[in-house]
């Protein structure tokens, strides 16, 4: 008897966790993806975090548009968060990796970036403009890193600089990934893809 009655409860609590915290795990894995590639995702997090995802932000009910993207490509797919990154879910002109880089919702356009930041490499260096108003410019990069002007310092994959002393000094290593820049105070953020040249094996 006492068996049985212990069973009981067992199955009762796995029912009434799984239901109230059905969705939990996908923000989980939302955190721990982009906190494990150095993206700061606190304030997302800490405001309406089912918001990411959902129309509503505590959760449950409609998808937004990044939610439909990812239940269509991050699971239906199982392209990862990777597969949903370069796409702009919410049309609001900014792909979703550079909006959770800023910490602004990927599936609403209610919160958007203000401003663009331009990145372009000129002569191997690259360059970041309008930087206008910008009092601090975060960079990070994925599959490439930066290079200072002095060889000494080691290659790294993320800096911060006041814009003032960026003086476009900075190069870049590596055939192909991402590079992000954010200006967090003042809404600015932008990015430049670099793809592997497919003329590299070309002969004359
Ligand atoms: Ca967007």
Redesign the pocket.
Known sequence: MRVVTRLLVAVSALGLGSSAYSFAPFFSNFQDHYEANGIDVSELSAEENCGVCHVRAGGGGRRNAYGQDFARITLGQGAGFNGIEFL?????????L??IFLQTA?GSQDM?PVSRLDLTIEDGLLQVTNLEDCSALELISFGLSFVGSDENEPETTAINIEPESFESAISIAGTEGVVLAKCAGEGYVGSLQIEADEDETTEE
């Open positions: 702009d879910s919410d049309k609001d002109s900014f792909i979703n550079e909006e990927p958007a």
